[in-house]
């Protein structure tokens, strides 16, 4: 036992070597950047529409946040993508955006949950989970902020805690339509993360987590749209 937890101190305790991350080829490093930088524009578009339908105050600032999390997402991933491939010789700029890659993971989850929480009923207790996610990513900002790439494992575990908690409140609610679609998102998301961890494992590992990435969030974006804002027909009556 006393082996045990000597040996888990000095695994909390040994930080990540500077140079132990995978080296990506020219090839992959192209990937990284494409997959997310397409999507730049879709995401911008898709923002905009559901401000456009919005009915009412809550659900323009829910289509403001969940927004803002979609769009910055891909245009941080993007940029730090492109600084890693074009810039890896300023390694304090190439660090900064990897942090900030990483602290938008959080702050993304977070705002795909935004509309299922702040636009369907919840109980008296599930309601507390619309400020308690943020709190959720505050934390994974901070700690990414103090211990980026330091424990792995624990900086895993955050992002499927984060990912997986908020969906036991969403599985509460009265109106379960969508939810099924929410599921779907959760699932690729979960497959993805196959590829998030096989870095100089599998050729392209981090451009297939991409799409997975861009897959699942297109999942989450069609079950916000259809669900919580308007129905194609309505658009069509309103044109
Ligand atoms: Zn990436």
């Not at 905009?48 to 245009?75: N, P, Q, V």
Request: charged residues 15%; contains cysteine; glycine residues 6%.
């Amino acid at each position: 036992m006393r082996r045990l937890q000597e040996r888990f101190r000095r695994f909390m305790n040994h930080p990540a070597p500077a140079n132990s991350r995978y080296k990506p080829t020219c090839y992959e490093h192209a990937a990284n950047c494409y997959t997310h930088a397409f999507l730049i524009v879709p995401a911008i578009v898709g923002s905009a529409l559901l401000h456009r339908l919005s009915d009412d105050r809550w659900e323009k600032i829910t289509a403001w946040i969940y927004g803002m999390g979609l769009c910055a997402l891909f245009i941080v991933s993007t940029v730090f993508h492109i600084v890693s491939w074009k810039k890896s010789h300023l390694r304090t700029m190439e660090h900064c955006f990897h942090m900030c890659d990483r602290m938008m993971i959080y702050v993304f989850i977070a705002a795909s949950y935004a509309p299922w929480l702040n636009l369907r009923e919840l109980g008296p207790l599930a309601s507390h989970m619309r400020w308690f996610i943020w709190l959720m990513a505050a934390g994974g900002t901070v700690y990414v902020f103090l211990y980026h790439e330091k424990y792995k494992i624990v900086e895993l575990f955050f992002y499927l805690a984060m990912g997986f908690s908020p969906a036991l409140v969403v599985t509460s609610m009265s109106n379960t339509e969508g939810l099924e679609e929410v599921a779907w998102g959760g699932l690729i998301y979960c497959l993805g993360v196959v590829f998030f961890k096989s870095d100089g494992v599998i050729p392209f590992a981090h451009a297939i987590w991409h799409v997975f990435v861009a897959t699942a969030a297109a999942v989450h974006y069609y079950a916000i749209w259809k669900y919580l804002y308007r129905s194609p027909a309505d658009i069509i009556r309103h044109l």
